[in-house]
């Protein structure tokens, strides 16, 4: 499969700074981070093939289709080297990018994703794309839900849940169900130890799919990768918490800023 024109947006000045959003999202899931990073760097999001205002090219999709689709923007809006920050599903496709197109990475940042999966890791999240395949993705959402949000939020926040609601509902079932699989299927233990630039591993204390065991794995694998673990967060941190990934996602991209 050839790459797609996704569509995005782009803010700010200075190095750039590709932002990948994750399963059944949208390029507005960064918006929280935008007030602290547009100062420093050149912000361009974009909605993953298939999501939001991006075509829907024919599934199934796999994890280079994504990463292609990653280095035809760039080339698109002609930036050498680019810094890219990706939240779950995107934080798979930004060392994968990595690791296909080094010259042109600067540094990468991996929020709330997965690698080293055990057997039961691998059965639990198949388990899900298993029980959308057979009852449909929508009375799959209370469990998806429950995983992504503390109950503070869910019960604090209704609007965000709402918001996220008519995102999944919003993306073709389809295409839902094939990113699942590219998330579920990707294993990146076998090759993350030739990924050479610098980077940011980050997940929330209390993330299922994405959790802390997991990310420490990640870290040590990476020749050089920084990690911090967020108290009392599941896996939604850009949403319930952007205030707090923030401040390390600022001071590790300024610290690797001229990469």
């Not at 050498?80 to 990018?97: E, K, M, N, T």
């Not at 990707?186 to 940011?200: F, G, R, V």
């Not at 673990?229 to 952007?242: G, R, Y």
Request: hydrophobic share 40%; glycine share 8%; proline share 7%.
């Amino acid at each position: 499969m050839t790459a797609i024109d996704v569509s995005y947006t782009v803010s700010g000045e200075g190095p750039p700074l590709y932002m990948v959003h994750g399963i059944g999202s949208r390029r507005v899931t960064w918006d929280g981070l935008l007030p602290g990073l547009e100062e420093h760097f050149t912000c361009v999001r974009y909605d993953l093939r298939g999501h939001g205002k991006s075509p829907v090219p024919d599934v199934p999709y796999s994890l280079d289709d994504l990463v292609d689709d990653l280095e035809a923007l760039r080339v698109r809006l002609a930036h050498d080297r680019i810094h890219v920050i990706g939240h779950s599903l995107g934080g798979q496709i930004g060392p994968a990018y990595a690791r296909a197109h080094p010259e042109h990475t600067a540094s990468v940042v991996l929020l709330s994703t997965a690698a080293g999966r055990t057997a039961d890791d691998s059965a639990r999240v198949n388990g899900v794309v298993a029980r959308m395949r057979v009852d449909g993705v929508e009375p799959v959402l209370g469990t998806l839900l429950d995983r992504w949000y503390t109950d503070d939020f869910i019960e604090a926040r209704p609007d965000a849940i709402r918001n996220r609601i008519e995102q999944v509902l919003g993306t073709p079932e389809d295409v839902f169900l094939s990113v699942f699989d590219v998330y579920a299927g990707a294993e990146m233990a076998p090759w993350l130890h030739e990924i050479s630039c610098p980077c940011l591993v980050m997940t929330g204390e209390f993330d299922g799919g994405c959790n802390p065991r997991l990310n420490r794995f990640i870290a040590g694998e990476l020749p050089d990768a920084e990690l911090v673990i967020l108290d009392d967060l599941k896996h939604s941190i850009l949403v319930e918490a952007p205030d707090r990934v923030l401040g390390p996602v600022r001071d590790f991209l300024i610290r690797h800023r001229d990469a």
